[in-house]
């Protein structure tokens, strides 16, 4: 199971990944925006006041009744949207950290990868220098 995730994260192109991440993070703030700026659309009041003043016809109540069923569900629909949206722009922004805590890893590894070596070449150096005035 192990090697299966290693595999697929040796897979991706972690420097495209790395590039791309600010303007995922700036598109999904400005999704946020423009969607967080609309209000919910309210069903329409009128309308309803309208509907009510009509004469009595079964085809034009029932006509009403489902216009008004989709002013309901278009409501719905549009908070859900906002709030997917909401929950993109957090996304984007914990992905975004997440790419700069793992930039900071890989400089970190290399300085201890760098370190390591010149501390391996120190020790060959130490143990030829040992065997030689010998």
């Given at each position: 199971m192990a090697g299966a995730w290693l595999k697929v994260l040796?897979?991706?192109p972690w420097s495209e990944v790395l590039a791309a991440a600010p303007q995922v993070a700036n598109g999904a703030r400005r999704?946020?925006?423009t969607v967080g700026r609309k209000g919910v659309p309210e069903p329409d009041m009128e309308f309803d006041e309208t509907v009510t003043s009509m004469p009595v016809d079964d085809g034009i109540a029932m006509l009403a009744a489902r216009v008004e069923q989709q002013d309901v569900a278009i409501?719905?629909?549009?908070g859900q949207v906002r709030e997917a949206s909401k929950l993109i722009a957090e996304l984007a922004d914990q992905n975004a950290q997440l790419i700069a805590r793992l930039e900071a890893a890989r400089e970190r590894l290399t300085m201890?990868?760098?370190v390591a070596a010149g501390s391996g070449v120190a020790a060959i150096v130490?143990?030829?220098?040992v065997l030689v005035r010998t």
């Open positions: 040796k897979s991706v999704l946020w925006d409501a719905q629909l549009h201890v990868g760098v130490a143990l030829i220098l």
